[in-house]
């Protein structure tokens, strides 16, 4: 009988073929997703209208992820939201399976393949780069060793311009009071060697950009992850005439996205200098406050943009006086909930809605340069859907994008770790695996046979 | 190929008071595998990043051969790292998922592939180097992860828990191909793992750590047969060693109403000290014919192959602290003489392979 491990159970979940290996599910439970590689089986299941991402693992890593998952979901970190464990799983004949791991599938999510299939601008590379880089050195503020960063362990949403990177693979991860120095160099080495991988595996399979070289891509990444955390860590000294730099810091951070919690400020006994570090910063800063004011959960750069609009809005209706509070809620209901309104319930599936806003303000903004005359957000929303929207493909659950655009597909549409159907010749031989199928098992209780090693060489 | 050692290397996180890594001296010969073994938070892992550069070094000081490397950055010390995760890529052929990372080194690439094809053959995947890894079955996959390491032609390996996300029969075939390819290598190789039977089983040496402590450093058999101390003792040897808590009386230490023998030097070595702590392997225990025994209440037998496993308690606990009482577990020879259920045998003890460790200390007397 399995078991099930579950904060928030679904118990759509019992009903699903649980005494069959994952690879051999049937179709009917499945979807083709584009998703990074893997080394265990993990397929894209349908449960009613969710959708779940599964993955066989051993037990304790199974049991580990999802606590580490539950962790990073209540720090409030980017990451994919853990569903359940299903161990103690055997097929019919009792050959007992690994457990399986279930997250929720991130709604509006892009990995990097799809991002990257039909070939990607080099200013939309470095987007993505630096959404990796943000979520890697927020992960490290909150004492998260990751273990294993790589493209095929993060989703990527589109954030306004920019991309925001969820973390969706924990399995070896690791969370300590705080990080040293050396955890995260060690960090840094294994992503250095991940990164360059895998951009050198979009090189040979043709689905990178000529002008990109996964050398200087993943030095990029290095050199932007030291500078960010250089400006969220550093200890910065100043004469003590020169007080203003504390809030230059604060603003800095905050325009990078991140709240000061604590600022350890130190001056010299005399006065002369003053030395300034932050001790916690928080990222988020202004979707908090966008959540604060009108209750809408977006990314970071949606929440500036929306915020910026709030308060192109106060100033344009002559709101200076009146409470913060009062006017988001009317800018909620005359602009945003406006906007939301004129966008067809059919198209919904295509850009989550404050994506959709922000992009009918691009638009708004080039009209109004177009014909001289300062848009309305209604025409502007109404012209969005007509000329952009319906054109778009849909993103809620990412659209099969896989490289059947280059004449490969894929061995198995439900994995990409497979590879193509490019290479079919005869198996060669290996003498390593000869004696593969003789190779004794562990006794069943788990013991090893102390005889066997006194009489080995080994010892 | 190079020794390694450690110097009262220590490693303190901060914000913490217990160093991680306490003081470690540890020598490493050329050429030698060295399996660091201990339960989870015991320093094993810090002690392996330490040697790689990745974790400052508070205090003493890491040698590769002559070379205090103990401040030097990781990519200055000449070691590879084999990790657990490795991925595969798909659009790649073998050979390039081999030789990937000294293209990010700007080995120029003849030397390249030259190293790719000497690591492959090493390796047995010769026939492979230009088909895609979905060729590869799951057994030659983490011999692909080797050869990353190989390819670096480094003076040490290190290998942070490489077989932990395997299942169990691709774990045995995997470890034993390690094992075989070291030797044949002959590459010193630092191996860290929380598993007692991939440590006893792989290395020349193996070093038991806890609480960022070194423990014991010996041979697999040496571990096993003379046990240092009471942790070392319980940890090593699975099913584990029983470890039984008697009375000091004379010529002996009491286990219910059964005094097992005990030499009187070792006896002197306990001092004033009360009672004391037995360790008896399960396999050193037979089924006395007489009453020369412990007396054991048999809760359960399982047969396994030839032998039999006994499972009970030391006889004479009252029934309201028989759930508290202390396991004890005998691998009985043979299933000829083997007892039932929820009778009381005696068990015979070999006095050669008991082990006697102090409670005040807990180290061996023995």
């Known amino acids: 009988m399995p078991r099930f491990l579950s904060a928030e159970p679904d118990t759509r979940l019992l009903a699903l073929p649980w005494d069959v290996s994952l690879a051999d599910w049937p179709v009917e439970h499945l979807v083709a997703l584009p998703r990074g590689i893997s080394r265990h089986v993990v397929r894209f299941i349908r449960v009613g209208d969710s959708v779940y991402a599964a993955k066989e693992v051993v037990e304790h890593l199974a049991v580990h992820e999802y606590r580490l998952l539950s962790d990073l979901q209540r720090l409030g970190t980017p990451s994919v939201d853990p569903i359940a464990v299903i161990s103690g799983r055997e097929t019919p004949s009792g050959k007992p399976l690994d457990p399986i791991l279930v997250t929720r599938h991130l709604q509006f999510s ?39 960063v790589s493209l095929s362990n ?4 589109r954030d306004a311009g920019e991309f925001a990177a969820y973390l969706v693979d924990a399995e070896t991860g690791e969370l300590h009071d705080r990080l040293s120095a050396g955890q995260r160099e060690h960090e840094l080495q294994i992503a250095r060697t991940n990164l360059f991988g895998e951009f050198c595996d979009l090189e040979a399979g043709g689905l990178l950009d000529e002008a990109l070289k996964p050398l200087t891509l993943v030095e990029t990444i290095e050199a932007r992850y030291r500078e960010l955390w250089t400006e969220l860590t550093a200890v910065e000294e100043f004469a003590g005439n020169e007080l203003h730099r504390v809030e230059s810091r604060v603003r800095r951070l905050n325009a990078l996205g991140f709240d000061v919690a604590e600022l350890d400020i130190e001056t010299s006994p005399d006065g002369n200098s003053i030395r300034i570090q ?38 344009r209706t002559g709101q200076w006086n009146v409470d913060q509070a009062v006017v988001a809620h009317k800018w909620l209901t005359d602009n945003f ?27 708004r903004w080039y009209a109004s340069q177009r014909e001289f005359r300062e848009v309305p957000i209604a025409e502007a929303a109404m012209g969005y859907v007509k000329d952009v929207l319906i054109d778009l493909p849909d993103e809620d659950i990412s659209a099969d994008v896989a490289a059947a655009d280059l004449g490969q597909s894929p061995v198995n549409p439900y994995d990409p ?26 006794a069943p209780f788990g013991g090893f046979d102390i005889d066997t090693l006194r009489a080995g060489k080994k010892g | 190929m190079a020794t390694v050692n450690f110097r009262d290397a220590s490693r303190v996180y901060p914000g913490t008071d217990r160093p991680a890594v306490n003081k470690l001296n540890l020598d490493i010969g050329d050429g030698e595998f060295m399996v660091l073994v201990g339960p989870s938070g015991c320093g094993k892992s810090t002690s392996l990043r330490m040697l790689a550069g990745l974790e400052e070094v508070n205090s003493g000081s890491v040698y590769i051969g002559d070379r205090d490397v103990t401040d030097l950055p990781p990519k200055d010390r000449d070691i590879a790292m084999v990790f657990q995760n490795y991925a595969l890529y798909p659009h790649m052929t073998v050979g390039d998922n081999m030789g990937f990372a000294l293209k990010m080194q700007n080995v120029a690439k003849e030397e390249r592939q030259q190293r790719v094809l000497d690591a492959a053959k090493v390796l047995g995947l010769e026939d492979f180097l230009n088909r895609k890894p979905k060729a590869l079955s799951g057994g030659q996959r983490p011999r692909v992860a080797m050869g990353r390491a190989i390819v670096r032609n480094p003076q040490v390996f290190l290998m942070d828990e490489p077989l932990s996300n395997l299942d169990a029969k691709l774990r045995v075939q995997t470890r034993t191909q390690i094992a075989a390819l070291q030797t044949r290598l002959g590459v010193t190789t630092v191996y860290v793992t929380h598993d007692q039977i991939e440590a006893m089983t792989m290395g020349d040496r193996v070093a038991v750590l806890k609480d960022g402590i070194l423990q014991q450093v010996d041979t697999p058999l040496n571990l096993y047969d003379t046990p240092e101390n009471l942790f070392v003792a319980g940890f090593i040897g699975s099913p584990a060693m029983n470890l039984m808590q008697g009375t000091v009386v004379e010529g002996g230490v009491k286990l219910g109403d059964y005094t097992v023998p005990v030499p009187r030097e070792t006896l002197k070595k306990a001092h004033a000290e009360k009672t004391l702590t037995l360790g008896i392997r399960p396999e050193t225990f037979s089924v006395a014919d007489d009453d020369d025994g412990i007396p054991i209440e048999v809760e359960l037998v399982e047969e396994l192959g030839a032998d039999s496993y006994l499972y009970g308690i030391l006889a004479g606990f009252p029934e309201d602290e028989k759930l508290d009482a202390p396991q004890i577990v005998a691998r009985i020879k043979g299933a000829r003489q083997t007892p039932n259920r929820n009778t009381e045998v005696r068990l015979a003890i070999d006095p050669d392979h008991v082990h006697v460790f102090s409670d005040d200390s807990l180290a061996r007397l023995s």
């Open chain 1, 110 to 148: 892009l990995p990097y393949r799809a991002l990257f299939s039909s070939g990607v601008r080099h200013d939309t590379v470095l987007r993505l780069l630096d959404a990796l880089v943000v979520l890697i050195a927020r992960i490290h503020l909150l004492g998260f060793l990751w273990g294993d």
């Open chain 1, 417 to 442: 770790s497979q590879g193509f159907d490019d290479d079919n010749g005869e198996q060669p031989y290996d003498p390593w695996e000869d004696d593969v199928e003789d190779e004794d098992l562990p």
């Open chain 1, 278 to 315: 932050p001790k916690v910063v928080d990222a988020g800063h202004h979707s908090r406050r966008l959540l604060r004011l009108t209750g809408l959960d977006t990314e970071e750069h949606q929440a500036r943009r929306l915020l910026n609009d709030l308060d192109t809005y106060r100033f």
């Open chain 1, 337 to 363: 909930q406006a906007v939301v309104r004129l966008i067809p319930q059919e198209l919904r599936a295509k850009r989550d809605l404050a994506q959709v806003f922000h992009e009918v303000l691009d638009y």
């Open chain 1, 154 to 157: 993060v989703l990527f949403r």
